[in-house]
């Protein structure tokens, strides 16, 4: 069931507005994707579209397949862990691992990709606001805390639809991280 067709329960609702909140550990709107935990904590709607705050938590695993949003920006912040980030800007491909308490940008436009290289990581992440929607919309709303014991693997229908709702554009031809 997607975020949109799932009642929020009180532990993981947003007020959905400007308005002053807090949120305890683990709380948030959750969703599985691949292999992958995703909590919203700050959504567009609460910003008025300025940007989205989110956390996603995996195991090491295959590189996310390339993609690119036009007019959302995103930011990497390791908390936990090491990620590889690639970026690909006018035919260089900037790959960097990051690990806890590094910072990586990646400019609207641009195609990237990343992986997890630790056992497990967690990242801390902040995008133009209602991006960070399109995780529960690809994948599947959660109550859990943890990524899936097995993957969340959409299907080609519900990814495609995700990815036109949220304009990401996915560049499966292309490989930034071997």
Do not use: C, K, W
Not at 46 to 66: C, D, L, N, S, W
Not at 109 to 114: D, E, I, M, Q, T
Not at 164 to 169: G, T, V, W
Request: charged fraction near 25%; aromatic fraction near 10%.
């Amino acid at each position: 069931m997607t975020a949109e067709f799932l009642p929020p329960t009180s532990r993981d609702a947003l007020p959905g507005r400007p308005a002053p909140f807090f949120l305890a550990a683990g709380e948030g709107e959750r969703a599985h994707l691949f292999d992958q935990l995703f909590t919203v904590l700050l959504s567009g709607d609460e910003t008025e579209g300025q940007f989205g705050v989110f956390t996603m938590e995996a195991p090491r695993g295959p590189a996310i397949p390339v993609h690119a949003h036009d007019d959302v920006h995103e930011i990497f912040f390791v908390l936990d862990g090491r990620v590889r980030v690639a970026i690909e800007e006018g035919g260089e491909v900037h790959d960097r691992v990051l690990t806890s308490g590094d910072f990586g940008y990646v400019p609207a436009g641009l195609r990237h990709s990343f992986r997890v290289e630790s056992l497990r990581a967690r990242t801390l992440g902040v995008s133009t606001g209602g991006f960070e929607r399109f995780f529960a919309a690809a994948g599947e709303r959660t109550a859990a805390t943890m990524p899936p014991a097995v993957p969340v693997v959409p299907s080609p229908e519900q990814l495609g639809e995700a990815a036109r709702r949220f304009r990401n554009e996915f560049h499966h031809d292309v490989r930034l991280i071997d």
